[in-house]
């Protein structure tokens, strides 16, 4: 059975990552795959932004931190190229669009099986903080 890499997903590669692409696209300092990545994501085309990424050496970090941890891990040996993954995501429109995209993103590079699961916590206030529940 092949190894599967549990990962939680942030936005981080929206905000801060893609969205300070817009304003190098003005400036004209972006290379032709950032600036095919940066059109993508205007549009919010998730799948081009999906292949958009796979041309960008993904220990840069404008990839984002999931696929710069996710490459560490493979280039350290602790996982193979091929590994499974399992991408757990919050239950938010940006959480679901970044797992769609990371989920195309990781299955272009043969990495197989390849899930998203979305998380659903809501938070009840308590006499001594929150609480918790699913």
């Not at 997903?9 to 692409?21: A, Q, V, Y």
């Not at 940006?94 to 990371?102: C, E, K, P, Q």
């Amino acid at each position: 059975m092949r190894p599967i890499l549990l990962c939680t997903l942030g936005t981080s590669l929206f905000r801060p990552n893609l969205e300070r692409l817009k304003g190098d696209t003005e400036r004209g300092t972006l290379t032709p795959g950032q600036l095919a990545l940066a059109e993508a994501y205007t549009r919010r085309e998730w799948p081009a932004v999906a292949r958009a990424l796979t041309a960008i050496p993904p220990e840069e970090r404008l990839c984002g931190a999931e696929i710069n941890s996710i490459a560490s891990i493979i280039q350290l040996g602790y996982a193979p190229a091929d590994c499974g993954l399992l991408l757990f995501h919050s239950a938010t429109p940006d959480g679901r669009h970044v797992a769609s995209i990371l989920e195309q993103y990781y299955k272009a590079r043969g990495h197989s099986p390849v899930e998203s699961i979305e998380v659903r916590i809501s938070r009840t206030r308590t006499r001594s903080g929150f609480e918790l529940t699913d």
